[in-house]
């Protein structure tokens, strides 16, 4: 899924440091990138939502923009904790599993 400025919605991510941490996790590899630069993207799109929002507040920003912008932030973050539920629900059907 796309949104405007090709943004993509799993292009979510975390801190280069956390990146690190996951990519030396034996198994993670391109998956566990993917994943961090995914989550950074969600970040960046929160961080720019919070910024319109002082430009609307200043008066250097229309307010269409900045709920634009905020929209935008919503969906990616929805959509990152859907994905997050999804993972845990199977992590924990995986541990229900008889060995």
Request: negative net charge; proline residues 1%.
């Amino acid at each position: 899924m796309r949104i405007e400025n090709g943004i993509s919605l799993f292009s979510l991510g975390l801190e280069n440091s956390k990146k690190d941490t996951l990519s030396s996790s034996p198994g993670m590899g391109k998956f566990g990138d993917y994943l961090n630069q995914a989550l950074q993207k969600v970040n960046n799109l929160q961080i720019e939502a919070d910024q319109m929002v002082e430009k609307v507040a200043q008066g250097e920003e229309d307010i269409h923009s900045a709920l634009i912008a905020l929209q935008k932030a919503n969906l990616a973050l929805g959509l990152t904790v859907q994905v997050r539920n999804k993972v845990v629900e199977a992590y924990q059907e995986i541990m229900r599993m008889q060995v």
